[in-house]
């Protein structure tokens, strides 16, 4: 037979259990997990490579100069299914030739398939998780409005200022500082701005790659 005293210390247990658990929830933001776009929403980007570099002879990446290469990248969305977005890119260039591909992202756990991975779920709010089930903890850095031809806009941003290994280098002993700003737009998550500038210090070498919105069908732009 349990014992009364047991049962008191059962019920405080799960009373504990009740109290915290409230303490957490109403510490922790309110999180949507919603898609904030819809099938046939479309997104033109222009893209963009700079390079502040001591030594003229420094190699770059060839991934930057296909940036400048850029007429123009377009996203469109072609499927919404729960948590998964799937869309078409086109990548043309100024010589008029284009790549077409498709891709997709879970927008809770961050998954892709290396096409586009920049959509969020929409009207997040600061300190939410960008990636609500993923595993690398990024949030909502901070929130800034976006003026456009149609109006101003609510927009997120995310940041990240981390340390990596240049895996271009055959010895992997060199590294460079990322600090990547991604802006995106809260209504719908799309990306709206990405700026991505990598530190390197052996050449002294800043490389800058540009993503920024020019063109779409949910909201005019300029």
């Known amino acids: ?11 405080l247990f799960v009373s504990l259990v009740i109290v915290l658990a409230g303490i957490i929830l109403s510490l922790t933001p309110t999180q949507n997990t919603e898609a904030g776009v819809v099938a046939g929403n479309v997104f033109t980007y222009d893209l963009k490579g700079y390079v502040d570099a001591n030594d003229p002879n420094a190699t770059l990446p060839a991934g930057l100069l296909q940036l400048n290469m850029t007429d123009w990248y377009r996203v469109t969305i072609t499927l919404v299914s729960s948590s998964e977005v799937h869309f078409n890119t086109t990548w043309r260039f100024v010589n ?8 997709k992202v879970d927008l809770l756990t961050g998954k ?70 991604v802006h995106f737009d809260k209504l719908t998550g799309m990306l709206v701005e990405l700026r ?27």
């Open 1 to 11: 037979m349990v014992s009364k005293s047991s049962i008191t210390v059962i019920i």
């Open 112 to 181: 892709d398939n290396q096409e586009f991975w920049a959509i969020y779920p929409a009207n997040l709010s600061i300190n939410n998780l960008v990636r609500p089930l993923g595993t690398d903890g990024l949030i909502v850095n901070d929130t800034e409005v976006k003026t456009y031809k149609e109006g101003p806009r609510n927009t997120n941003v995310m940041t990240l200022n981390t340390q990596f290994v240049d895996v271009e280098d055959p010895t992997l002993s060199r590294t460079y500082l990322d600090n990547l700003y």
């Open 196 to 222: 991505d500038i990598k530190l390197y210090s052996d050449p002294q070498v800043i490389l800058t790659y540009v993503w920024e919105i020019k063109d779409s069908n949910v909201w005019a732009i300029s």
């Open 96 to 103: 008029g030739t284009e790549i077409d591909r498709a891709g």
